[in-house]
């Protein structure tokens, strides 16, 4: 169920998504609220785990010359709350990383909002390329998807970052309408392209009204 915080008697302001501090510092249970994409069927070598870091739980992924893809079904009225907020620490960026080569398309970190009508925004932490690239792989596919770079290099490894974005502007730029409720939200890390490794830690992620 998703957690809601209500300002008295009126609309939804915030929408939490994270729910780290509900499971035991271990591996987290991918049977319940958060699970593998439905295309996921490889076994990961090291699973999402919950682990403590600055006084608090927070999700670690870690990946080996893999792809790890976890997320969780919700729905969000992005015209109610179109801000997404997020907390994210990488510790080990993949060798190379860079999303504009197909070749090489692996980062530490990603956040992926799904929208109905088979569209996403994934929202990127990248090795190589700058802030602000933005490309879209899957023109040609049945689901398209957009992926952002909002944070790049290693400048401010193994520290927390906090990004906030507007997701509803996000998706008219780039997909040149109105968005449609978000049915999904995901979290990711890549190292399957460039046969490296990664490690991002997660913490806060919700979405805001403003």
Request: net charge positive; proline share 7%.
């Amino acid at each position: 169920m998703v957690t809601a915080l209500t300002l008295g008697a009126g609309p939804v302001s915030t929408v939490r998504v994270d729910n780290w501090d509900a499971y035991p510092i271990g591996p987290l249970d991918l049977s319940a609220m958060w699970r593998r994409y439905a295309e996921e069927r490889t076994t990961f070598k090291r699973p999402p785990a919950i682990v403590q870091d600055d006084g608090r739980p927070v999700l670690q992924l870690m990946t080996d010359g893999e792809a790890m893809r976890i997320g969780r079904t919700l729905k969000i009225d992005p015209k109610k709350t179109p801000w997404l907020v997020w907390e994210w620490k990488p510790l080990v960026l993949p060798a190379g990383g860079d999303v504009r080569d197909p070749k090489r398309n692996d980062q530490a970190g990603r956040v992926m909002v799904v929208f109905k009508g088979m569209k996403g925004i994934q929202y990127v932490w990248d090795t190589t390329a700058p802030v602000g690239t933005e490309v879209r792989p899957d023109e040609l596919e049945l689901f398209q998807r957009a992926l952002i770079v909002v944070r790049s290099g290693s400048r401010d490894l193994r520290q927390w970052s906090r990004e906030r974005r507007n997701v509803s502007e996000d998706y008219r730029r780039v997909f040149g309408e109105a968005p449609r409720p978000i049915k999904l939200v995901g979290v990711e890390s890549h190292s399957n392209d460039t046969g490296s490794r990664t490690s991002m830690l997660f913490g806060t992620l919700r979405f805001e009204g403003r």
